[in-house]
């Protein structure tokens, strides 16, 4: 018996970079990662593969790039002026800074390169164009409760408290 939509899924994993073997994120012991399923809340290679998973097994995940973070966009390159960042010390190829949008999410902006008073940011996702190795354990699975369903996330331990 796999998992089904609207379920919700607890599972420890450990997310590696395949080139290098580094670690990128990792949960920990006492707080699982807990989504509902079919709801998108994941990236889509790594849901498809836990739907064919049962409660304790554990698998190792590789997903390309287009099922994760999708491919680098060119477009999402802007060139700035330098001047535009003045605030910022020290500024470098290769920083990372957060900037705010109009929903007031905070999305990070690398910078890509420095030439004399231009600034190139890259705006795409940190892993777009990187495949992405999970090794995961599904430690429970239990139906959502109606209420979940209807706030579209998970409560209690883990989840949202209110
Ligand atoms: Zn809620």
Same mark, same amino acid.
């Given at each position: 018996?796999?998992?089904?939509?609207?379920?919700?899924?607890?599972?420890?994993?450990?997310?590696?970079?395949?080139?290098?073997?580094?670690?990128?994120?990792?949960?920990?012991?006492?707080?699982?990662?807990?989504?509902?399923?079919?709801?998108?809340?994941?990236?889509?290679?790594?849901?498809?593969?836990?739907?064919?998973?049962?409660? $304790?097994?554990?698998?190792?995940?590789? &997903? /390309?790039?287009? =099922?994760?973070?999708?491919?680098?966009?060119? @477009?999402?390159?802007?060139e700035?002026?330098?001047?535009?960042?003045?605030?910022?010390?020290?500024?470098e190829?290769g920083?990372?800074?957060?900037?705010?949008?109009?929903?007031g999410?905070?999305?990070?902006?690398?910078?890509?390169?420095?030439?004399?008073?231009?600034?190139?940011?890259?705006?795409?996702h940190?892993?777009? $164009?990187k495949?992405?190795?999970?090794? &995961? /354990?599904?430690? =429970?699975?239990?139906d959502?409760?109606?209420? @979940?369903?209807?706030?579209?996330?998970v409560?209690?331990?883990?989840?949202?408290?209110?």
């Amino acid at each position: 018996m796999s998992i089904k939509r609207n379920q919700v899924v607890s599972l420890s994993y450990t997310l590696k970079d395949p080139e290098t073997g580094q670690i990128i994120d990792q949960s920990t012991p006492d707080q699982p990662l807990q989504f509902i399923t079919g709801l998108g809340h994941i990236i889509p290679g790594l849901e498809n593969e836990i739907l064919k998973m049962d409660k $304790g097994e554990s698998k190792e995940i590789l &997903v /390309k790039a287009e =099922d994760a973070y999708g491919p680098v966009n060119p @477009e999402a390159f802007q060139e700035i002026n330098r001047s535009d960042l003045a605030h910022i010390e020290n500024l470098e190829e290769g920083m990372v800074l957060y900037a705010q949008d109009n929903q007031g999410n905070q999305i990070p902006v690398k910078i890509h390169k420095i030439t004399g008073d231009k600034v190139t940011v890259d705006l795409n996702h940190p892993m777009a $164009g990187k495949d992405l190795l999970f090794n &995961v /354990k599904i430690t =429970d699975v239990r139906d959502a409760t109606q209420e @979940e369903l209807a706030h579209g996330h998970v409560h209690g331990p883990g989840g949202h408290h209110h």
